[in-house]
């Protein structure tokens, strides 16, 4: 009885405002949960918080009198701590949308928990493409990148250019295993072969076991399915053991400036790599990346960043037109009615299963000489169009797509 | 030609130098763990953090003062040494008498601070290092190519090991080290400054971790976090040995190196849970350690 009387209440208190947009608390409240002191925190990070913040300037939602609340955590990339986190902030603090997350195992953790609470979760660090495959929800974007795009950019390439025998080295966990089956798909439809593979704890620090393991399958084509400073390492130890001097070559599945920052061009020259997003792409980018670098100990903006600032515009612009954020499901409904246009992204789609569709680009990494400094690093190969940057709707498994 | 397991003795052999080679830096951090649990009772904490902090000098002395590998190999050691001198006469003096829990909590305190402070200023994708000029390429051993730099490791860190043991229990000031922490009113009524003993140990104890870390920094990354990725195994490889036995450092350094080497390629998903497992056979069998003399 006394439930009944207090949901009364609540229904007439929240009659009472329906005059004005309602949102939540009278605040819309986004949470960027992601990496903030590991390996994956440059380019992830608080430089998240910076784009979400900088989305919610640009959009002018104070001007609009929406009141946008940003807070960061740190999930350690860990499912567990990043599960605790979310509940913590949808129940208590009242968090409407969570941001980034970026380590797939923890990804897929949030997933789940922002689905049964009717969330919104907008995926741009994590790589995992199953989130709009058989792990899509109603309540999730994933709108960076995905592990099938990075294997149809990066790996296909390769396999054309006469890369047709592999071995992977992955890390061991949900991200490293759905890079390598995407990219084990890709080369083997496109005539190619793989030879093995092997597995390595996450995070490591020596991989020369690993890469003499790789040397010894004489495969032309060493993938690297990790990422962050465990591909830094791989690298760096590989042009130590002499295997890219030896005839093999290194295929950095998923790797972002501010890991190429960190090789730095001697080492990293000449790696092709597969992005959504790099800052010296047009005079927009270029704006962005001299108003962002400045806030975040001068590191540029990586894609992530990019796809923040992105994703955040357009929840902004879904909760504005519904004048409501309570519904995770209708508001992500409506961010997949309206087409995206932001000045990063430029003008896209959000598909059924969850996947925002924009162009993907393959890049190679400046020689030193061709550098005119510090983040100016990669040159464009090819641009990937939105049609064939992701993998085709039918082809996901997602279960909202069949409905 | 012969296989073992599946695997060729080409590969088996190649595996047992990379084991060899890291066992190289599990060695030199946990001996100079081992030197300061021995000497002053400490579990230092911080030992991560000053590995880390050895490889930010270098990097610092290579770009500001131009100053190369073999300079940072020596100036790198001194510097973080002095500062751990700092950190003795300032915190640890006064800890000494206190149970085991408060030095742990300073110097983890202190390696949290350490590591915030420089991913604050650097960022954790780490600064590249490279390896300098009369140490790159390798050779061919047949089995497999081995790059000088790492060949250097081993036999610098090996020697390093082998001198440290030599001073602490061989010679005269070794001899004056321990008996100060067996009975320090008795050797301080010889006329020893037992006080500024205990400091200058420490000090070489943190020296040994900053050598570490300008030694691992042509390979890994030179980044905030390399310390707390491997001080765990460094702390489980100093209890294997046993806390505060010398040669047990050295020894269970080098061995463990090459253990976790062969399951990377056995089985490469336990590589980094295989030193734990082996610590917990050995806490059950012998509480002390390998090396350790009887609690």
Known sequence: ???????????????????????????????????????????????????????????????????????????????????????????????????????????????????????????????????????????TIHWTYDTWALANGTGKAIVKTGGDTWFFLTADYAFGHALERDTAAVVEKNGGKVLGRVRHPFPGTDFSSFLLQAQASKAKIIGLANAGSD?????????????????????????FITDVHALGLQTAQGLILTEAWYWDLNDADRAFAKRFAPQYKGIYPTMVHAGVYSAVTHYLKAVEA?????????????????????????????????????????????????????????????????????????????PLVKS | MFEVLGISSQALFGQLLIGLINGSFYALLSLGLAVIFGML?????????????????????????????????VVAPLVIGLTGIIIERLFLQWLYKLDHLYGLLLTFGLALMFEGTFRNFFG?????YSVPPELQGGRNLGFMFLPNYRAWVVLFSLAVCLATWFVIERTKLGSYLRAATENPTLVRAFGINVPRMITLTYGFGVALAALAGVMAAPIYNVSPQMGSNLIIVVFAVVVIGGMGSIMGAIVTG????????????????????????????VLLIRPAGLFGRGA
């Not at chain 1, 949470?31 to 925190?41: A, E, F, I, K, P």
């Not at chain 1, 986190?85 to 380590?103: G, L, Q, S, Y």
């Not at chain 2, 954790?124 to 590249?128: E, F, H, T």
Request: hydrophobic fraction near 45%; proline fraction near 4%; charge should be neutral.
């Open chain 1, 1 to 139: 009885m006394k439930g009944l009387i207090s949901l009364a209440a609540l229904a007439v208190a929240l009659g009472c405002g329906s005059a004005q947009a309602q949102y939540t608390d009278g605040t819309i409240k986004i949470g960027v949960l992601n990496d903030m002191s590991g390996t994956y925190s440059d380019l992830s990070g608080q430089g998240s918080v910076i784009a979400a913040r900088m989305a919610v300037e640009d959009f002018g939602a104070a001007a609009k009198g929406m009141k946008v609340e940003i807070i960061g955590a740190d999930h350690q990339n860990k499912p567990d701590v990043g599960s605790n986190i979310a509940r913590t902030w949808i129940d208590v603090d009242k968090v409407d949308v969570i941001v980034d997350v970026p380590t797939s195992s923890v990804a897929l953790a949030v997933n789940e928990i922002v689905r049964d609470k009717n969330k919104v979760f907008l995926v741009s660090g994590a790589a995992a493409s199953d989130l709009t495959g058989p792990k899509c929800t109603p309540n």
């Open chain 2, 254 to 281: 080098f061995g463990l190196g090459i253990i976790e080497g062969l399951t990377k390629v056995f089985f490469p998903e336990a590589s980094n849970t295989v030193i734990f497992i082996i610590m917990a056979i």
């Open chain 1, 322 to 398: 519904l004048k409501s954020d309570a519904d995770g499901k209708a508001v992500v409904a409506k961010m997949k009615e309206m087409p995206t246009d932001d000045k990063l992204f430029g003008k896209g789609t959000v598909r059924a299963d969850g996947r925002k569709i924009h162009p993907m680009y393959l890049f190679e990494v400046k020689k030193p000489a061709e550098s005119k400094g510090p983040w100016d690093y990669y040159k464009v190969r090819a641009t990937i169009p939105a049609d064939e940057a992701f993998r085709p709707l039918s082809e996901g498994g997602c």
């Open chain 2, 124 to 128: 954790s994708s780490g600064l590249p």
């Open chain 1, 231 to 255: 591909t830094i390492n791989s690298i760096k130890q590989a042009a130590e053991f002499g295997i890219t001097s030896g005839g093999q070559n290194l295929a950095a599945l998923l790797a």
């Open chain 2, 41 to 73: 009772n400490i579990i230092n904490f911080t030992h991560g953090a000053q590995y880390m902090l050895g490889a930010f000098t270098a990097f610092f002395l290579l770009r500001y003062a131009g100053m190369g590998y073999w300079w940072a190999i």
